[in-house]
């Protein structure tokens, strides 16, 4: 999509809040500046919410509304956005995952998407029930070629203990997973630690979730069963990154992390 066009109205409800934004707001002659002025914004974040990028307060919707007198169209938009969720946030996630120079990413069941085999993704895609099988496998390996560029993102992992538990796709698969976590520790843009089970309650025990660094700033995501939730508030955000920094705060240092995996690597049957 070109940077000055808006997105697609019929992709998801936030794109259409992203539509009739710039639609109310060029129909009105006003510049992106005047309509920053009213939400106390800078200009580029204005240009974020126009390409659905960013996402509208409810503060911000009753705003436009009054000043555009759209009938409270943006806040029933921004009602029913946020009711459930939307089958293209994957879809949207990954296009942010493929420019970010920094990941932050917690896992407490499984092994991230960008840190598996080939081996461990198939079973667990075959356990999904994914149908077509070789082409998700092959999708979730290409992923990880932003590991290895030349500009490649910092990635931050916390590994719950018990992701190295489980014997997904049988011994030797759930081992040379553990093996590849171990390779990939040591390359320099990856920092990956473990929170060992004694640290108790924390956290991360509400489910896994990720904090990625764009250009335009900062972006979360909220993994969830058949989906996810991609969340673009900037108060949000923070928030999941306050909680990134509390669970690492019971993590173990890198070096006892990695000797905690070949441990359960020694221990795998």
């Known amino acids: 999509m070109n940077v000055n066009e808006p997105p697609d109205p019929r992709l ?6 992203a539509f009739y934004l710039r639609f109310y707001r060029t129909q009105h002659g006003q510049s992106g500046d005047v309509v920053a002025g009213w939400l106390n914004r800078s200009r580029s974040s204005i240009s974020r919410l126009e390409n659905g990028e960013s996402q509208l307060k409810e503060s911000e919707a009753a705003i436009l509304d009054e000043k555009w ?30 420019r970010a120079s920094e990941i932050r990413l917690y896992d407490g069941q499984l092994v991230p998407a960008l ?8 079973a667990l ?15 979730r390996m290409s992923r990880q070629a932003i590991l290895h ?50 640290a108790g309650a924390n ?27 991609l969340e673009l508030d900037a108060e949000e ?21 990695r000797a905690l995996i070949k441990d359960a690597m020694e221990n795998m049957r």
């Open 12 to 17: 998801n409800l936030w794109a259409t809040m």
């Open 203 to 229: 956290e991360g025990l509400d489910g896994p979730f990720r904090v990625l660094k764009v250009k335009e700033g900062q972006i979360g995501y909220l993994l969830a069963p058949n989906g996810g939730r």
């Open 115 to 122: 840190l598996q085999t080939p081996d461990y993704a198939r």
């Open 149 to 198: 560029k030349p500009d490649a993102p910092e990635i931050w992992v916390l590994l719950a203990e018990t992701v190295l538990a489980p014997v997904v796709g049988g011994a030797a698969v759930m081992r040379a997973q553990l093996a590849q976590l171990l390779e990939l520790s040591e390359l320099p843009n990856v920092i990956l630690r473990v929170v060992p089970n004694s």
């Open 237 to 257: 955000v923070a928030s999941l990154h306050r909680r990134f920094d509390r669970i690492g705060a019971s993590a173990l240092p890198v070096e006892l992390s």
């Open 69 to 98: 007198s759209t009938g409270g169209l943006f806040g029933i938009l921004l009602w029913f956005a946020r009711l459930g969720h939307d089958p293209n946030w994957n879809k949207n996630y990954l296009a942010f995952e493929r």
């Open 125 to 139: 895609l075959i356990a999904g029930r994914e149908k077509n099988l070789d082409k998700a496998v092959e999708d």
